[in-house]
Antibody, heavy 118, light 111 residues
Framework: EVQLVQSGAEVKKPGESLKISCKAS????????IGWVRQMPGEGLEWMGI????????RYRPSFQGQVTISVDKSIDTAYVQWSSLMASDTAVYYC???????????WGKGTTVTVSS | QSALTQPASVSGSPGQSITISCTGT?????????VSWYQHHPGKAPKVLIY???DRPSGVSNRFSGSKSGNTASLTISGLQAEDEADYYC???????????FGGGTKLTVL
């Protein structure tokens, strides 16, 4: 069974750094794009960006470029998104997702809640 | 601002049919048959309902159907049920560097 298992909820202060993870299983990790979607409180889903683990080709939605870093560790089939300096506006649920061959999301993680508050 | 335009909300009564539109450009919806639709209930992971414009994954009710005309894709839900109340998102492959674009989402209320 194809699964994406995300790391647990985080509570951080503004200015702190954070890296959340998404562990893939049940398929060849390097064969599919994997990425992240944000849902801020009361808002819709927002595409953040994706990475192809095979060659680390990374594509960001322009509004997220420079705000987050998406990466992978192929040795442990895990994708990450990280922030160097969190802001209160980063408070959201972050979903990990896998792109199918036909560029639709066929697998979703359960979401990681990130709360940034002083 | 989302790349694909969806109505913010739609509503219908149980048993009725509703259609949600998703308008893009020739660089995404109109240019490729890679439109997909997702259902999202609060607190749960989104679920794909339709992919490649009109295909349904196994296990998805045939009450959900998709179509496309020009730069606009549509999701139709027939025989509305209370559990259909959720947020719905469209997505498409795009020729831009981001590869995929999402719509802003449509809140479906079952009256």
């Amino acid at each position: 069974e194809v699964q994406l298992v995300q790391s647990g909820a985080e509570v951080k202060k503004p200015g702190e750094s954070l890296k959340i993870s998404c562990k893939a299983s049940g398929y060849i990790f390097t064969s599919h794009w994997i990425g992240w979607v944000r849902q801020m409180p009361g808002e819709g889903l927002e595409w953040m960006g994706i990475i192809f683990p095979g060659d680390s080709d990374t594509r960001y939605r322009p509004s997220f470029q420079g705000q987050v870093t998406i990466s992978v560790d192929k040795s442990i089939d895990t994708a990450y998104v990280q922030w160097s300096s969190l802001m209160a506006s980063d408070t959201a649920v972050y979903y990990c997702m896998r792109l199918s061959t036909y560029y639709y999301v066929d697998v979703w993680g359960k979401g990681t809640t990130v709360t940034v508050s002083s | 601002q989302s790349a694909l335009t969806q109505p913010a909300s739609v509503s219908g009564s149980p048993g009725q049919s509703i259609t949600i539109s998703c308008t893009g450009t020739s660089s995404d919806v109109g240019g490729y048959n890679s439109v997909s639709w997702y259902q999202h209930h609060p607190g749960k992971a989104p679920k794909v309902l339709i992919y490649t414009v009109s295909d349904r994954p196994s296990g998805v009710s045939n009450r959900f159907s998709g179509s496309k005309s020009g730069n606009t894709a549509s999701l139709t839900i027939s025989g509305l049920q209370a559990e259909d109340e959720a947020d719905y998102y469209c997505s498409s492959y795009t020729s831009s560097s981001t590869l995929v674009v999402f719509g802003g989402g449509t809140k479906l209320t079952v009256l």
